[in-house]
């Protein structure tokens, strides 16, 4: 089955962070096209897409290889690299990528310091362009927030011209997922919808208020004024008492205990959650 696609795969080495962002005219395209590994490398596998390029291409950037190097072993090793799509980024931003002669038109990519940018079954090369010049002028951002406005980017410059169906963000970090107990920092998949990036976004969105962080220096103390109103409305949510005890257990049930820190400051993605639910 032809994954008609376009990716980036793609770290930011001071955040630690290695991640793919994918959208396909195919359904649940996170399941077979991202991989990638804290201090290791992304991978993305995609048009007659191997899946074991994912794992085996993790494999070698482990044992020390490349991503030319990497890319070269995979293609070399696979009887139908002419159908083949890969684009890789290694632990130290080096990229690189192979489109098979055999994939369908519009079929390129483009690699840079970091990234790894392809695509198939394309209006142009403009989708691939578009990927590609989105990651380079956005180095203000984090990696998700990057990625995510290079789908964007390369759906109004064409997209896939079988259109959409699904999309995916896949971000990778050691121990930066959920209670720094993960390497998963995130990974959110649209299966099957009309407008699978803005549907990515919404969802991400949902994501980064629940496990985003805001800088320390950004709470809100927790005294005076500002102290009265959360007990308040804690209590009127039925969380009398102290607020070491109340805050944490109203911030559990509403899955907004990673934004919970003691109780003497609260961060204001916190505060405006509270405001939302005690009106």
Not at 49 to 63: H, I, S
Not at 65 to 78: K, P, T, W, Y
Not at 140 to 163: M, P, S
Request: charged share 20%; proline share 4%; net charge negative.
């Amino acid at each position: 089955m032809i994954i008609a696609t376009y990716s980036i795969a793609a770290c930011d080495l001071d955040a630690a962070q290695w991640g793919v962002a994918v959208q396909s005219k195919f359904l649940a395209v996170g399941s077979v096209v991202p991989w990638a590994e804290p201090g290791v490398g992304a991978i993305a596998t995609q048009a007659h897409a191997n899946p074991r390029y994912g794992r085996d291409g993790l494999a070698l950037l482990r044992d020390g290889l490349n991503a030319e190097e990497v890319v070269q072993r995979l293609v070399a090793a696979d009887d139908g690299r002419n159908e083949r799509q890969v684009g890789v980024v290694d632990a130290t931003g080096g990229s690189a990528s192979w489109t098979g002669p055999g994939c369908n038109a519009w079929a390129g990519h483009r690699t840079g310091p970091s990234y790894a940018a392809q695509g198939n079954i394309l209006v142009g090369a403009e989708t691939v362009d578009a990927l590609a010049a989105t990651f380079e002028a956005t180095t203000h951002l984090g990696l998700a927030q990057r990625l995510l406005d290079c789908l964007t980017a390369a759906q109004v410059a064409g997209g896939d011209r079988r259109g959409q169906q699904s999309a995916s963000l896949l971000v990778v970090q050691r121990n930066g997922g959920y209670a720094q107990l993960s390497d998963i920092v995130i990974d959110l998949r649209v299966d099957d919808h009309p407008n699978p990036i803005e549907e990515l976004r919404r969802i991400y969105a949902l994501h980064d208020r629940l496990f985003g962080v805001t800088p320390r220096e950004d709470w809100l103390p927790l005294d005076g004024a500002l102290g009265d109103e959360v007990r308040e409305r804690l209590a009127r949510l039925g969380y009398e008492g102290e607020l070491q005890a109340t805050l944490p257990s109203w911030a559990g049930v509403e899955n907004l205990e990673e934004r919970i820190d003691g109780a003497e400051s609260i961060d204001p993605v916190v505060l405006e959650a509270l405001r939302e639910v005690s009106r």
